[in-house]
């Protein structure tokens, strides 16, 4: 029989970070968000800090490794949906080491894991900023098709060096630690030898040849940090390069494990901006006054029902993912990349409706959800865009079992 009541673990954590993204995030993004300005830096560290002690930031972690060794994959998802209905770029901002720690985590060996990860956690429940990580996946030339990367890795002697030019880095200009994919095989000519070639690699900050850009000014998720990230002769150790001497997932199953993973939680993200627009919307429509609420008006009904709709089957679709990621069971049929492709177009459409529902007001800075739009868009886009989590969903389906 399915149950889909929650554990008291599950009901005490989801309440704690839904107390955090009312009492802590969406204020704040409020204030910054009408007077059309950025959030100091300064007041994102304190949320930061905050959010560390209440241990929000690394309970996922292994408990060998300092975190709390919360392996239930729901939870996670309740938690990124609280603190993303709050604010997606502060959410962002908060948790984006994470794509970065699980590139290490898939591709590093059981000692590079040992010597990194503990930096991330906080088991003395600290008001502190843990150390941040950016992933370094994506290129000016090369987004989806990641085999088209042109940023290499060639040895020299003990040491690796590193050239080319990352983008759109979320936390490009503040990690303290930046995992890195490059092309060691620069001789490669086919599709296997490239995708073999592919290999991880830990840089640290202040490495002579790593520099950055300035943050990108984005139309969404404004909190965050985004960036180039450049590499011009940045020689590392031969220890900084991801599973070496045992463990650890070479070439694209290294990318491909990374990304599969946290695509679930990204679709959890997505919820927490649909609700955010659904709820807000739902409020607007019963208080809006024309000749009668406006949610008497069947246009406007049917619409809020769509809403509550696709919002649950997304929801069902990202439990369901997070469930099989949980149980270690596999993803046969591309439900981690479902559960991010419908997730985010249903946020993309349900912020869209709620503009709609609003009329002028959907417009206009002092309502939020033109601000939830501009966030949903991005979710489309990164960790895989629509078209290409699709094309994932066709590649499992063209050899999946039937009956």
């Not at 007077?35 to 959010?51: D, V, Y």
């Not at 139309?219 to 940090?225: D, E, H, I, T």
């Not at 901006?273 to 208080?287: D, G, H, N």
């Not at 993912?321 to 419908?342: F, H, I, T, V």
Request: aromatic content about 10%; charged content about 25%.
């Amino acid at each position: 029989m399915i149950d889909f009541s929650l554990t008291e673990e599950q009901e005490m954590m989801k309440n704690m970070a839904r107390d955090f993204a009312r009492q802590e995030i969406r204020p704040l993004a409020n204030k910054y968000y009408r007077e059309n300005k950025k959030i100091p830096e300064e007041e994102l560290n304190e949320l930061i800090k905050k959010a560390n002690q209440l241990r929000l930031l690394d309970y996922y972690y292994p408990t060998e490794y300092g975190g709390l060794g919360v392996t239930d994959k729901a939870l996670s998802c309740m938690i990124s949906e609280e603190l993303c209905w709050a604010d997606a770029g502060i959410y962002v901002h908060l948790n984006a080491s994470s794509l970065a720690a699980k590139g290490l985590s898939s591709m590093g060996s059981p000692a590079q894991k040992k010597k990194w990860l503990p930096k991330f956690t906080n088991p003395d429940n600290e008001a502190k900023i843990p150390s941040i990580a950016a992933f370094c996946l994506t290129e000016p030339n090369a987004g989806s098709n990641v085999l088209a990367m042109s940023t290499t890795a060639k040895k020299d002697g003990k040491d690796w060096v590193l050239n080319g030019t990352k983008t759109f880095i979320t936390n490009g200009g503040r990690a303290d630690y930046y995992i890195v994919v490059a092309q060691t095989n620069m001789n490669a000519e086919s599709t296997a030898e490239r995708a073999l070639g592919l290999s991880g690699f830990v840089v640290e900050k202040g490495t002579p040849g790593l520099s950055f850009s300035s943050d990108f000014k984005k139309w969404g998720v404004l909190a965050s940090n985004t960036t180039e990230v450049i590499f011009e002769n940045c020689r590392i150790p031969a220890e900084n390069k991801l599973g070496d001497e045992g463990g650890g997932s070479e070439g694209m199953a290294g990318v491909y494990n990374t990304l599969e993973a946290t695509r679930v939680g990204v679709a959890a993200s997505c919820l927490g901006i649909a609700r955010a627009a659904f709820e807000t919307t739902l409020e607007y429509a019963r208080t809006r006054v024309q000749k009668k609420p406006i949610i008497e008006f069947q246009a406007v009904s049917h619409k809020l029902a769509d809403m509550e709709v696709n919002l649950n089957t997304a929801r069902l679709l990202t439990w369901y993912a997070a469930w099989k990621c949980e149980k270690g069971l596999p993803m046969d049929r591309g439900e981690g990349s479902q559960a991010k492709y419908y997730a985010s177009e249903v946020a993309v459409k349900t912020c869209l409706d709620a503009i709609q529902i609003h009329g002028g007001y959907g417009f206009m800075k002092e309502y939020d959800v033109g601000r939830w739009l501009n966030d949903s868009i991005v979710f489309r886009i990164w960790e895989g865009t629509s078209e290409v989590q699709k094309n994932q969903i066709a590649k499992y389906l063209s050899q999946v079992e039937l009956g």
